[in-house]
């Protein structure tokens, strides 16, 4: 309060400098609590306040001395004084009011505290909602968050992409595993067939004694020995498809004359079904880097599969044509063919384009697949398609990658050697 004082008698020098009355220096300085005496040089003495009469020191008090140029002020002595009960009362006042204002800062606060923190939190709350029910097994519920830029809305659109992932890997994971059962159901069937015909002819060559018919005996024996190289294969297929699928397989490659290999293929198939016409187009020598049993174990399943397509007297025709830095070895036979809805799906496993026809017949579904996955190791392909013509069948392209020879120069990428090919 001496200071609050002092600055009032600094304001009454300041009013006296720019010649103010004696009567209005005293009415500016008596305001609210404050008390003026103003005793000036000729003995009159103005103001409400009488120093004299505060024996009880309840005033707080002040005395100045006013300087003027001339004038009644010059030489006035002032005497400024405030109640001290006026002192506590403002006080009072000034605690109430630091008081309220405080209240209402933090009032204020937490208001803006509390919208933000639900504004952290709802985000928060609905994870912990959708969580809960896809714990439950409910799918497809998402949090629909804005496309602002605030960090819970952000939070909110990274939790909806993360279910968007695991659902799409959980989809993916259910296919796999129901076309895993699917492959295993159909590989179990296909061995029980064989074990099963092995089994019945064991039996039946048991049965019959020992000074039985030679002829059906060898007969029997040769059925038996069929059997087991059905199942032999098979099981020699499900290896193969196994290493293919996870990566683990090797080729043994060497530099190969596919028209060579490829007509070995063909005077095989032409031992095995003498009932087919099996032709070869000539071709120059094409030198592939590949494995020749693998190689030979494509040519072989299309040439078994176009005859097992065809009825007797049926015809097949095999093409090789060079394109610029790939091979192209053409299957095709007159048989029913493959329709344009199945020339996909008959790559995948244990696909029957006839589930009634004869299992004997239609092998284990397994030769295209393996096949398929054989042609691409070595950076090929092997894809079906309508075969032109009046007769219409089966054709198949086996494409795969020429042997870059000393002095070849070749700009040309795999797959536009591979799109080349197709078109």
Known sequence: MDEVLRERALLAQQL???????????????????????????????????????????????????????????????????????????????????????????????????????????????????????????????????????????????????????????????????????????????????????????????????????????????????????????????VDLARIESGNFELQRELVDIRKLVGEQVDRSRLLHPDREIEIAPAEPVVVDADPVRVGQIVANLLDNACRATAENGRIHVDIVRHVGIVVITVSDNGPGVPAAERERIFDRAVRLDESSDEATMGAGLGLTVSRGLARAHGGDLTCHECEGSEGGGLFHLLLPVAELSGEQESVSPMQRLGSAMN
């Open 16 to 238: 006296v400098d720019q010649g103010i009355g004696p009567e209005e220096l005293t009415s500016h300085l008596e305001t609210g609590a404050f008390l003026a005496h103003l005793e000036l040089a000729d003995g009159r003495e103005l103001g409400t306040f009488d120093p004299r009469s505060d024996r009880d020191n309840t005033m707080k008090v002040r005395r100045a001395e006013l300087r003027a140029d001339g004038g009644s002020l010059d030489g006035a002595h002032l005497t400024l004084a405030v109640s001290t009960g006026s002192l506590s009362e403002i006080r009072s006042r000034m605690v109430g009011v630091t008081f309220l204002t405080g209240l209402a800062g933090i009032v204020t606060a937490a208001l803006f505290l509390g919208s933000a923190i639900r504004r952290v939190l709802t985000p928060l709350e609905s994870i912990v909602r959708v969580s809960r029910e896809v714990k439950r097994g409910i799918r497809g519920i998402r949090l629909g968050s804005s496309k602002d830029d605030a960090e819970p809305d952000q939070i909110a659109s990274e939790f909806d992409e993360m279910l968007d992932y695991l659902e799409r890997a959980e989809k993916a994971a259910r296919v796999s595993e129901e076309s895993v059962r699917a492959f295993i159901a159909s590989a179990v069937h296909e061995l029980r067939t064989p074990i099963t015909g092995i089994r019945a002819l064991s039996e039946a060559v048991l049965a019959h004694p020992l000074d039985a018919d030679r002829e059906e005996l060898l007969r029997l024996h040769m059925l038996m020995m069929g059997e087991t190289h059905r199942a032999g294969r098979l099981i020699e297929d499900l």
